[in-house]
T-cell receptor, first 113, second 114 residues
Framework: EPEVTQTPSHQVTQMGQEVILRCVPISNHLYFYWYRQILGQKVEFLVSFYNNEISEKSEIFDDQFSVERPDGSNFTLKIRSTKLEDSAMYFC???????????FGSGTRLTVV | EDQVTQSPEALRLQEGESSSLNCSYTVSGLRGLFWYRQDPGKGPEFLFTLYSAGEEKEKERLKATLTKKESFLHITAPKPEDSATYLCAVQSFNYGGSQGNLIFGKGTKLSVKP
């Protein structure tokens, strides 16, 4: 069964450093997403991406965050200057039609120290 | 503001003891309601989509139902392998034309003991 692949599975970074989280969505999907889950809290929407541009973003997705689809297979989330409160599990998801039965990856656990 | 509330927060069942999980929602215009299963340290795994009140979906021991204000996930004769956190999410129609994002509840952590 097709799956969304995320790397790395766990990343530890110092506060103020830049991190790039990587995702390979399902190959024939057109809609791509990043969500995050702080330990013990809800899964929260960050950004959606369609047709090579951001289609929607949340208040969390400020100027420190950016997304890119550098080639036909990868989808990345960059955090320019990490803060302690960015520590969370980050999930990439993709969808063929943009209607909510997304396929999620296993996540990247980001720890900012 | 779109909102999802799930209850109970945690549920412990004996193997074979059927029960239901609740998801109450408020949304401006419901595009769909989704149930996911999440195992510890993993991403949500899609289970069901429900689009309109009265709709029901089934998969093995799970059955999801939808009314205008809430959804239930019924678990019949659960097994230990059904232990997980079950998440409910809604998606609203986005008047701007883009696809609305998912609003998740906090989930119900289900433990099934042999």
């Amino acid at each position: 069964e097709p799956e969304v692949t995320q790397t790395p599975s766990h990343q530890v970074t110092q506060m103020g450093q830049e991190v790039i989280l990587r995702c390979v969505p399902i190959s024939n999907h057109l809609y791509f997403y990043w969500y995050r889950q702080i330990l013990g809290q809800k899964v929260e929407f960050l950004v959606s991406f369609y047709n090579n541009e951001i289609s929607e973003k949340s208040e969390i997705f400020d100027d420190q965050f950016s997304v890119e689809r550098p080639d036909g297979s990868n989808f990345t989330l960059k955090i320019r200057s990490t803060k302690l409160e960015d520590s969370a599990m980050y999930f990439c998801a993709s969808s063929g039609d943009g209607v909510g039965g997304y396929t999620f990856g296993s996540g990247t656990r980001l720890t900012v120290v | 503001e779109d909102q999802v509330t799930q209850s109970p927060e945690a549920l412990r069942l004996q193997e074979g003891e059927s029960s239901s999980l609740n998801c109450s929602y408020t949304v401006s215009g419901l595009r769909g309601l989704f149930w996911y299963r999440q195992d510890p340290g993993k991403g949500p795994e899609f289970l069901f989509t429900l689009y309109s009140a009265g709709e029901e979906k089934e998969k093995e021991r799970l059955k999801a139902t939808l009314t205008k204000k809430e959804s239930f996930l019924h678990i019949t004769a659960p097994k230990p392998e059904d232990s997980a956190t079950y998440l409910c999410a809604v998606q609203s129609f986005n008047y701007g034309g883009s696809q609305g994002n998912l609003i998740f509840g906090k989930g119900t952590k289900l433990s099934v003991k042999p």
